[in-house]
């Protein structure tokens, strides 16, 4: 598994020097990239990225299968072999599945071909539902995440100037110099919610595994939800996002439609304290429009500001600093925001154990409907504002 994603890596390299070759090909020619050219271009992008998520997911999977193992430790003895099962008929096969009493059945060949019409046994079987590709976000990884069971008000504090040491003169009274704070941010707990019924013969008859995409589901749903709030969220009633609570950074120049340079992330890099650019964690947050803006993009010497990843333990770098895809954020527009870069693990999100889902089988008794009731309580707000600046494209 180790040497694929390997391979991966290394093709994802090799993309991304033809991109490079393109890009400088029509810079030494003074023009723009011809429609063929732009073709290449999209195509070697779309490669870069399919073979990043083929990286996430086969790394997701080995570490699902290493919990497993460890989970399995010491049970190895206990397993026995399989007893002989009576026949049942294909119908009660398809029921057990969709309830979960057997994971996976192989059905015996008969003699109907695909294209019967009305065949009794299916071609083919697959107990999944293929879901909508839609990345969720990052702020529930790069934030500090704090977990309580209650959802009381929890306050936090943060530093707003240190102590000042002077010099002193021989047996003279040294002057005292306490650090100041900055009034405490209060985190509660928004809730994020949603209801949705299934018949009870969804759940019983149906060739699908139901109860397996409903989870799938819940998570996706309140994840994308919360993680659009702790991005832009307002503050009232809603969490108070990253981008709303950053300082202002850099203001990009007049009449390009929102658009960033080279300069313009140079810039934002060092609006950023010293500190706050070497704390671990420190990294630009943008969406996948910005990113893809940001891969043709060259410094004052000619030198790309975007740099693949090396390794599958890593991510892409831009100006020596890791890329975080975010869809809550804006796309380059005038007075937009961005980008967002700094020390990310500075914006603090508070759940209140986590995503609960719970089932009732008597809510909508009379229809024989089983509910299932999603909630999520989270806050979140930048603790340290002076830690994370944001890009703002130009008003006009």
């Known amino acids: 598994m180790s040497d694929y994603i390997r391979q991966q890596v290394e093709a994802r390299a090799k993309a991304w020097e033809e991109a490079k070759a393109l890009l400088d090909t029509a810079a030494a020619e003074k023009r723009e990239l011809s429609g063929e050219e732009n073709q ?10 399919q073979r990043s998520a083929v990286i996430d997911t086969i790394k997701a999977q080995t570490e699902r299968e290493e919990r497993a193992a460890e989970a399995m430790k010491g049970f190895e003895s206990q397993v026995k072999p399989a007893l002989s099962v009576p026949a049942i008929d294909d ?11 057997i994971r996976s059945h192989s059905f015996e060949k008969r003699d109907v071909l695909k294209s019967s019409t009305g065949a009794p046994v299916p071609t083919s079987f697959y107990d999944n539902v293929v879901l909508l590709a839609r990345k969720i976000g990052p702020l529930l990884e790069t934030s500090t995440i704090i977990n309580t069971a209650g959802g009381e008000n929890l306050q936090v504090p943060s530093v707003s100037a240190y102590s000042t040491g002077t010099v002193s003169s021989e047996a003279a009274a040294i002057g005292e110099s306490d650090p100041t704070f900055n009034a405490f941010k209060t985190l509660g707990a928004y809730k994020y919610s949603f209801l949705t019924q299934i018949s009870r013969e969804m759940v019983e008859d149906a060739g699908v595994d139901i109860l397996g995409f409903l989870s799938q589901n819940v998570g996706n749903a309140l994840g994308f939800a919360v993680n659009g709030a702790l991005t832009t969220g307002t503050g009232t009633t809603q969490p108070t996002g990253i981008v709303t609570a950053a300082g202002s950074g850099i203001t990009g120049s007049t009449a390009v439609s929102g658009a960033f340079t080279a300069d313009n992330l140079i810039d934002l890099v060092y609006s950023v304290d010293t500190v706050g650019r070497q704390l671990p964690g420190t990294g630009f947050m943008m969406n996948a429009k910005s990113i893809a803006a940001v891969r043709k993009l060259k410094d004052t010497a000619g030198n790309y500001v975007f740099s693949p990843a090396l390794s599958a333990d890593k991510r892409d770098l831009l100006l020596g600093y890791e890329v975080y895809e975010n869809p809550g954020m804006a796309d380059p527009a005038t007075s937009a925001k961005s980008v967002v870069f700094g020390h990310l693990p500075s914006y603090f999100v508070r759940t209140v154990g986590g995503i609960k889902l719970d089932r009732s089988d008597d809510f909508a008794f009379s229809q024989d409907l089983i509910s299932f009731r999603a909630t999520m309580r989270v806050d979140g707000n930048l603790i340290q504002t002076s830690h994370v600046k944001y890009f703002a494209g130009g008003a006009s």
């Open 40 to 49: 290449t271009y999209d195509r070697i992008m779309a490669d870069l990225d």
């Open 91 to 101: 119908a009660e096969l398809i029921r057990s599945l969709a309830r979960g009493e």
